[in-house]
RNA sequence: GUCCCCAUCGUCUAGUCUGGUCCAGGACACCGGCCUUUCACGCCGGCGACAGGGGUUCGAAUCCCCUUGGGGACGCCA
């Protein structure tokens, strides 16, 4: 049995979106899953809109993702006189001539074909003039004017065309560089692809390219063609749905194995298990449970599985990567030993690294700034009483161990004649400055005595200050 | 307009090929409860779908047809 040889084929004329990055996934998922071989070419015989901004954006996802190629990446701009060579070939053999008839002529025949309720299509005008090569003449693939060709898609099943439905489409332009549909196929012949999964929107390109295969006598490879993504009206997705490009979620916050678990998830099924890991993933793709029907791109459920991952990423691990976006918040080379501590209170509720880095943030700070509802509705007079008590308890204590604090707690619930509770809340804040954070003796225990005694000092000192002014 | 594809909870899906075990299962979201020093986590429960209509059959989410709805493609872009 020979190897399968998968590829992705990306166009360097913006960055890999989500869409793009789903189908390099199936690709690389099944050439490992086969343990054969993932190609990666660049297509770039766009020479106008192709930008090695965009190659390097491209990489860099592909990289950012865990995605890494066995061959290439290849670029269609070098390959140039391969493709001249096979041009050459099918005019010599008559699967293709020159024509040299305007633009402005076949918008003209498009629109009256449209008008008369048809196709818009090439009329064959030059197809039997036996022109030579000229300047500016285009050559076109001579498609069969009657039958049918049969797309045997390994996830749509049999699709069949009418082959009028196809007119003769340029394969080589009047500046000479060649297009799309064809160097597809002369690069999938020449780089021995034998698995082509793609989006369904190449459906309709499929039976002009099968034809040049027939043209040129060589087997035709596999199809796959997987359904596309959707914003959440239904529609192709794109920027205005919000964040389409694959880097914009790493800075988001994702990790990306979360990410390619949820996108291969969504258009492909394993039962009804969820969460994958990146093993789990090679082990169980397969082309036979990818869905037939579009899916609806939907953040909650990446943000779900993010959260699932996180959590089940080692602590070590997610410091390293919660680094960069402390830096964000403006937190400056923070010790790693420091970071772990932070993170094993943090990674249990945290749905992103971005999420986690804000709710970070106090463990860093100087001062705290309070938020104003937690400030109005804690830090009020009532808890000054305990808040004091709290001081005068933890002045006492040499060690802050979990022990020792709780004694201290529970003295200051006796005094008070308070619960738990009410005590715990003006703490938060005070230490915090927030309502919502890790439990209590697990912040006091990280950022240690000084800080605490200074913070809940400091928060006395503040609702003193409150109930001056209001005088 | 022409051609192609698709159709199960709001969303992702299992089940469809090989009709009965499905008055349709899981996950996200949502709602309620438990746990609890807050928020989460976790646990328990709830809401919620076979697009419609015809067939075929003892029996259809599953097979066939039509309708409707949605998506995609119609470039000297890829």
């Known amino acids: ?29 099944y050439a490992r899953h086969t343990n054969g071989k993932f190609v990666l070419r660049i297509e770039d015989t766009d020479t106008a809109r192709s930008t090695q901004a965009s190659v390097d954006a491209i990489f860099e996802a592909l990289e950012w993702l865990g995605i890494e190629w066995d061959a290439g990446p290849y670029f269609q701009s070098q390959r140039l006189d391969i493709y001249q060579e096979y041009i050459d070939r099918l005019v010599a053999a008559g699967h293709a001539y020159y024509c040299t008839c305007s633009s402005e002529k076949l918008e003209v025949m498009r629109a009256a074909a449209m008008e008369k309720g048809g196709k818009p299509k090439y009329d064959g005008t030059c197809r039997d003039r036996g022109l030579a090569k000229t300047d500016n003449a285009v050559v076109r693939f001579k498609a069969p004017l009657g039958g049918t060709t049969v797309l045997k898609d390994v996830v749509k099943g ?66 796959g063609h997987v359904p596309m993504v959707l914003g959440s009206d239904r529609t192709r997705l794109s920027k205005r749905h919000g964040a389409t490009s694959v880097t914009a979620y790493r800075d988001m916050g994702f990790l990306p194995d979360a ?42 459920k990446l943000l779900a599985l993010n959260a699932e991952h996180i959590k089940a990423t080692p602590i070590k691990t997610l410091a390293q990567l919660l680094i960069p976006f402390l830096e964000q918040e403006g937190i400056q080379a923070p010790e790693s030993a420091f970071v772990e501590k932070v993170v094993e209170t943090l990674a249990p509720r945290s749905k992103t690294l971005k999420e986690m880095a804000r709710d970070a943030v106090f463990y860093f700070a100087d001062t705290i700034a309070y938020e104003e509802k937690a400030d109005k509705k804690f ?16 002045e006492q204590i040499e060690a802050f161990t979990e022990e020792n604090l709780e004694d201290a707690f529970r003295a200051v619930m006796e005094k008070s004649g308070l619960k738990l509770g009410k005590i715990a ?21 990280i950022i240690g005595r000084d800080k605490v005694l200074d913070r809940v000092s400091k928060a006395v000192a503040h609702i003193k200050d409150k109930s001056e002014s209001m005088e």
């Open 425 to 445: 809340q003006p703490v938060r804040v005070a230490l915090t400055g927030r309502t919502a954070s890790p439990g209590i003796f697990e912040i006091i225990a």
């Open 259 to 300: 990410f390619i678990n949820y996108l291969v998830r969504l258009g492909w099924s394993f039962g009804d298990q969820e969460y994958f890991t990146r093993e789990d993933l090679i082990e169980k793709f397969s082309l036979e449970n990818i869905g037939r029907s579009a899916g609806v791109f939907d953040q909650e």
């Open 1 to 29: 049995m020979v190897d399968i040889i998968t590829r992705f084929p990306p166009s360097p004329t913006g960055y890999l979106h989500v869409g793009g990055a789903r189908t390099a996934l199936f690709n690389w998922l």
């Open 158 to 223: 049999n699709i069949v065309f009418q082959n009028d439905e196809l007119d003769d489409f340029i394969i080589c332009r009047s500046d000479g560089t060649p297009t799309y549909n064809f160097v597809v196929v002369i690069d999938d012949i020449t780089m021995n692809i034998n698995t082509i999964i793609r989006g369904d929107d190449h459906v309709m390109n499929t039976p002009k390219q099968m034809l040049i295969y027939k043209a040129l006598d060589v087997p035709l490879p596999t199809y």
């Open 379 to 394: 830090l009020k007079q009532k808890a000054l009483e305990p808040l004091t008590l709290l001081v005068a308890e933890l």
